[in-house]
C-alpha cells in the first residue's frame, strides 16, 4: 500500500505568492494532521481533520493560513500571502483511531 | 516551559556503546507516550510505544516516569544505523488524538 503522498516535495516561491501544499492520506485512516517543522520550534501541530471535519485549529499561525479537506482522500493547506518566515518542511501525517501517525515524505518550502 | 523538553545532542558514540536518551514532559495527564525517529531530510517514523510498566523491542527499550514525569530511551549495542535524531512524544492534555513532539535529540554514531 503507498504511504501518505505529499506534493509538490519542494515550492520555492517569492513572497506574496500563493502556495498550496496537497496530501493524499492513507486509505482507511480517519484522522490527518498536518505540521510544520523548523530547526527553531521542531515539529508543530498546525490542524489536525478527523472524518474530513477539522477538530483543532489552534496551531494555525495565522489568517494567511487555511487547510481543507474536501473528502477522505485529500486534503490542502494554503499560504496566501506568503512570508520568507513561512519557510519550513510541513509534514502531512495519517492515523486510524488511536492508531500510529504515519508521515508523508513532506514538502520543503522555500519563500524568498 | 516547553511542553516536551529534550536535550539536543549530538550524542556522538563509537558503535557497540550503549546511550541514553531522556526527556521531560509537563503535562501530568499524559497517557500516551512514544519515541520517534527521523533520518536527515526524512520524514518522522514511530520506533516505539512506551508502556507504564516499560517496553522492550530488541536493543531498544523505553521506560515512563510518571512521578518525575520523564520518558528514557536506551539503546545498546549502538550501530552506525542508529545515527538519526530521536523525537520524544506525549499526547495533548484532554486529546489522544493530537500529539507534542520534542524538539529531539541527534544520535551519531562512529566506527
Known amino acids: 500500500d503507498a504511504g501518505v503522498i505529499q506534493s509538490p516535495r519542494h515550492e520555492v516561491t517569492e513572497m506574496g505568492q500563493e502556495v498550496t501544499l496537497r496530501c493524499k492520506p492513507i486509505?482507511?485512516?480517519?484522522?490527518l494532521f498536518w505540521y510544520r517543522q523548523t530547526m527553531m520550534r521542531g515539529l508543530e501541530l498546525l490542524i489536525y481533520?478527523?472524518?474530513?471535519?477539522?477538530?483543532?485549529d489552534s496551531g494555525m499561525p495565522e489568517d494567511r493560513f487555511s487547510a481543507k479537506m474536501p473528502n477522505a482522500s485529500f486534503s490542502t493547506l494554503k499560504i496566501q500571502p506568503s512570508e520568507p518566515r513561512d519557510s519550513a518542511v510541513y509534514f502531512c501525517?495519517?492515523?486510524?483511531?488511536?492508531?500510529?501517525?504515519?508521515f508523508g515524505p513532506g514538502t520543503r518550502l522555500t519563500v524568498l | 516551559r516547553k511542553e516536551v523538553e529534550q536535550d539536543p545532542g549530538p550524542f556522538n558514540v563509537p558503535e557497540g556503546a550503549t546511550v541514553a536518551f531522556n526527556c521531560t514532559y509537563s503535562?501530568?495527564?499524559?497517557?500516551?507516550f512514544f519515541w520517534y525517529r527521523q533520518d536527515c531530510r526524512k520524514e518522522p517514523k514511530l520506533l516505539m510505544s512506551v508502556y507504564s510498566s516499560g517496553n522492550e523491542d530488541g536493543r531498544f527499550t523505553a521506560q515512563l516516569n510518571r512521578a518525575s514525569q520523564y520518558i528514557s530511551l536506551l539503546i545498546r549495542d549502538s550501530k552506525l544505523s542508529d545515527s538519526a535524531t530521536y523525537l520524544c512524544v506525549v499526547n495533548m492534555r484532554g486529546s489522544t488524538d493530537k500529539l507534542i513532539f520534542g524538539t529531539g535529540t541527534r544520535l551519531q554514531v562512529f566506527p
Open positions: 503535562n501530568s495527564a499524559s497517557q500516551s
Open positions: 486509505s482507511g485512516h480517519d484522522y
Open positions: 481533520f478527523n472524518n474530513n471535519v477539522p477538530i483543532d
Open positions: 501525517a495519517s492515523s486510524s483511531t488511536e492508531g500510529e501517525q504515519f
